[in-house]
């Protein structure tokens, strides 16, 4: 059970990390500078925000 419980984290987390990609690559580049992101950031996001997934 431990194998499938780490497999669904690691999906979870995939999962915030495409979803924040996505959500964020599609945005212009004003609405970015308004929540304070520069578009060389967007991976970085999305990798903080993939680690906090549970």
Do not use: C, H, P
């Not at 984290?9 to 999962?15: D, V």
């Not at 580049?29 to 929540?35: K, M, S, V």
């Amino acid at each position: 059970m431990l194998l499938f419980g780490f497999i669904a984290k690691q999906i979870r987390r995939w999962q915030a990390y495409r979803r924040t990609m996505i959500e964020l690559s599609v945005l212009d580049d004003r609405t970015l500078a308004d929540i304070n992101v520069s578009r060389s950031e967007i991976a970085n996001v999305a990798r903080r925000a993939a680690a906090s997934a549970a």
